[in-house]
């Protein structure tokens, strides 16, 4: 049987014969989870040979990865903003920049004491997961439109102990909002925002696996800003706060969509790329 590093070499320079971007740190992370171990932990043991039915297991993995199917969905798990998330084909893998989204949500959460939020578009749940494990005052309701989603989304309010803390609900933003409460102190959404145009452009890792309606709404990428605003500016508090991210080059046109829906106060965050990423609003 090979050896752990031997497993590796092997598998990084398949991965990278196979165009996979960083093709060691894969290799890497796919082995440790058969081995479960923190990847780290592998460097301890190079020379250890493995058993034939981790090997086995590895295989399995491999083959998808070189796929093109994303890692994320192959282990099962990731980490966001210092939690683990369970993760399949039926949600968004979520992205480091988000963090800033919810970094800003919390922040206006205390600084306003505010105590009821929605979050549109929810996914694997963790734009309320993260909040509620910072903030003890704060309850929400996510919405999404996919069931399956949801599932996941509840598991993962589990599996971080906030469960009572959330309401999920399958709601779909462009006909359902009359099942949703008339009042909250904060909307929050990452919504589906690149264009079709823009998206069948994407690596393969993103068309073919992560859920399209998740990621584009088939048009310009700005449908949902328009209808979750408009919904906003009917169900927020007086100087309620409304939250979006949004992709590059969209912050000019959705600053916009928000100061036709009578929302002021706009503030823009920009991400650790210097791309303008958050968006923040009051309800006027």
């Known amino acids: 049987m090979p050896t752990i590093l031997e497993l590796i070499t092997l598998t ?13 740190i894969n290799a890497e992370l796919l082995l440790a989870d058969i081995l479960k171990c ?3 932990e592998l460097y301890l ?19 998808r990865r070189a796929k093109f199917e994303p890692l994320q969905y192959i282990v099962a798990t990731t980490e966001f903003y ?23 949500t919390i922040n206006e959460i205390n600084k306003f004491s505010y105590h009821s939020a929605l979050d ?8 309320p997961i993260c909040v509620t494990s910072k903030i003890a005052s704060i309850s929400f309701d996510a919405i999404d439109i996919s069931s399956e989603a949801l599932e996941v989304a509840k598991l993962n309010a589990a599996k971080n102990n906030v469960s009572e803390k959330i309401v999920f609900s399958e709601v779909d933003i462009f006909k359902d909002t009359n099942q949703l409460k008339k009042e ?10 690149v264009s079709l145009p823009e998206y069948k452009l994407l690596q393969k890792e993103i068309v073919e696996y992560e859920p399209g309606i ?5 048009a310009d990428g700005y449908t949902f800003y328009k209808t979750i605003t408009k919904y906003a500016a009917e169900s927020l508090i007086e100087n309620g706060t409304l939250l979006f991210e949004v992709g590059k080059d969209q912050s000019l046109t959705v600053t916009e969509i928000m100061k036709t829906n009578n929302f002021n106060n706009i503030k823009i965050v920009k991400d650790y790329l210097n791309i303008e990423r958050v968006i923040k609003g009051k309800k006027h």
């Open 214 to 218: 998740a990621v584009t709404d088939f």
């Open 82 to 104: 210092g939690l683990e998330f369970i993760i399949n084909k039926n949600v968004l893998i979520p992205r480091q920049e988000t963090e800033i989204l919810v970094e800003e």
């Open 120 to 127: 549109i578009g929810t996914g694997s749940g963790i734009i």
């Open 38 to 40: 923190k990847r780290l």
């Open 45 to 63: 043991s190079f020379d250890k040979p493995l058993v034939e039915g981790d090997v086995n297991r590895y295989r399995e993995h491999v083959k």
């Open 12 to 24: 990084t320079e398949y991965f990278d014969k196979k165009g996979i971007s960083s093709p060691r």
């Open 184 to 193: 909250y102190d904060l909307i929050v959404s990452n919504p589906p925002y």
